[in-house]
């Protein structure tokens, strides 16, 4: 078990920053703090799938996670995000209500609309899509590039993310 997860529950990478061991951080059924990088708090810059599974998770993406040289590449995947938007009527699902934090970039730093959308990528699934998003910097230059897999189909909105 990880440093971090030990001290503070936090799902991380492994150390090895190769995406054949570094490409998937799963948590499990209950509320888990999936976080980007090794399990030391070492950067990884490289692709990283981030898998929730049940429950309302929060997933941390760092800015030393991200780099210049990939800013326009997708190098962090959300593969499960519930409760994008609220559900229903625009409520909030108290048992699968995901949350990203977005900590450590410059101030100003917010999120682009959606860059592309790709529906149906899941076997079964009628409503769930994948959108892929800009980290824009206090400039509009871009700062990371990551997807999010919406469980309901809906995009993120303001009660969704926030940036520390």
């Known amino acids: 078990m990880s440093e971090l997860r030990e001290k503070y529950g936090v799902i991380v990478g492994t150390t090895d920053n190769t995406p054949k061991d570094a490409s998937t951080v799963s948590g499990d059924a209950g509320k888990n703090r999936i976080q980007t990088g090794g399990e030391h708090g070492e950067s990884i810059t490289s692709y990283q799938r981030l898998f929730g599974g049940d429950g309302s998770d929060t997933f941390n993406l760092r800015a030393k996670d991200f780099s210049a040289e990939t ?14 938007a609220g559900t229903g009527p625009d409520k909030w699902n108290q ?32 409503t769930d899509v994948i959108y892929q998003y800009h980290i824009l910097g206090a400039e509009n230059q871009v700062l990371g590039t990551f997807n999010v897999q919406s469980i309901n189909g809906k995009t993120l909105g303001q009660g969704d993310y926030a940036f520390y």
């Open 71 to 84: 800013a326009n590449t997708t190098t962090k995947y959300i593969a499960d995000f519930y409760g994008a």
């Open 95 to 126: 048992t699968s209500n995901d949350f990203i934090q977005f900590t450590g970039f410059e101030k100003g730093a917010h999120l682009s609309g959606v860059i592309r959308s790709v529906e149906g990528t899941v076997p079964d699934s009628t």
